[in-house]
């Protein structure tokens, strides 16, 4: 019984090396995902935004184990898109969206320590000075769920394989990512970095709700990092930025409205493309559609203010 257990635990925590692995690989950010997509390519933004699909699996996979697979639902509601909206303004300051933030400090910017420790402040900001009203969860899933999503899944590797190779490199990249993200849940659900700040900004408000992050917890982030440290450094990517007084007041502003987002609409883009939305979840589906209005009106607000200085 307990080498099953330390087998599983090891596994997890070779999964989550792999999960950051391909997030730095392939380039997971919305942000970035956005800017192709006004440039005329959509193919990013949407093996994004659907890089979930194949988290599927892990319903009949949990069952066969004898783990219940959580499902988190909850029915539109104004503050799921305003929260949207502000983690995608923030993400956009930030130039990056909360998975691409690790990615960037794994390959050396320092900067993003100040996204982490604002997203906590705002996070908590929020909690303290504004209370999320709690929203009952929607138990049932919709009936045939489970078929779209392997229709999904499907037809999107079909298109994957099928189109141009760097392309494909992509879509198989984030595709596969979202897969051992979804094994992921199945061994710890509260993996996520979302999951993470709103657990330490609980602490740190000393809410009593739920237990603090395990050590297990932790040890994944970490391996979540040291995947996409080795990335880099295969990719020959990494390099130490110096650091610039100015760009960690911006960071940390940009870290604090994407706290404040991710705490209106219960979890930053990282939960809602990896839970909400492969759940069907219409508040998920509202939240990550205005991530994506948030991060156009940032760019403009960067264009327009980088048009008046020239």
């Known amino acids: 019984m307990f080498s099953n257990l330390l087998w599983a635990l090891v596994f997890g925590l070779v999964i989550a090396a792999g999960v950051g692995y391909l997030a730095q690989w392939a380039g997971i950010c919305m942000v970035r995902g956005v800017r192709e997509l006004q440039a005329g390519r959509p193919a990013l933004l949407l093996a994004i935004v659907f890089c979930g699909v194949w988290t599927w699996t892990t319903v009949p996979l949990g069952s066969w184990l004898g783990i219940d697979v959580p499902v988190?639902?909850?029915?539109?509601?104004?503050?799921?898109?305003?929260?949207?909206f502000v983690f995608g303004l923030g993400s956009a300051f930030n130039s990056g969206c909360a998975v691409s933030t690790m990615s960037k400090l794994a390959k050396g910017n320092a900067h993003m320590l100040m996204t982490m420790a604002g997203w906590i402040i705002g996070w908590c900001a929020w909690m303290f000075f504004q209370p999320f009203t709690a929203t009952p969860m929607m138990t049932s899933v919709p009936r045939g769920a489970t078929y779209i999503l392997v229709g999904l899944s499907i037809g999107l590797t079909v298109w994957g394989l099928t189109t141009t190779p760097e392309r494909r490199r992509i879509w198989l990249g984030i595709m596969t990512f979202g897969f051992l993200a979804g094994l992921l849940f199945l061994l710890e659900p509260h993996w996520s970095p979302s999951d993470m700040v709103l657990d330490l900004s609980t602490?740190?408000?000393?809410?009593?709700?739920?237990p603090p992050p395990s050590?297990?917890?932790?040890?994944?982030i970490l391996m979540i990092l040291l995947g996409m440290?080795?990335?880099?450094?295969r990719a020959h990517s990494f390099r130490l930025q110096p650091i610039e007084l100015q760009k960690l007041g911006l960071h940390l502003g940009a870290g604090a409205l994407m706290g404040v987002g991710a705490s209106m609409s219960l979890?930053?883009?990282?939960?809602?493309?990896?839970?909400?939305?492969?759940?069907?979840?219409?508040?998920?589906?509202?939240?990550?559609?205005?991530?994506?209005?948030?991060v156009l009106a940032g760019i403009w607000l960067q264009n327009l203010v980088t048009n008046n200085q020239s």
């Open 203 to 210: 602490l740190a408000l000393g809410e009593n709700t739920a």
């Open 215 to 220: 050590p297990y917890r932790y040890a994944l």
């Open 229 to 233: 440290l080795i990335a880099a450094w």
């Open 267 to 294: 979890g930053g883009n990282d939960a809602q493309l990896l839970t909400a939305l492969p759940a069907f979840s219409p508040a998920g589906i509202l939240t990550v559609a205005f991530i994506v209005v948030g």
């Open 72 to 84: 988190r639902r909850y029915p539109v509601a104004p503050i799921f898109a305003l929260g949207g």
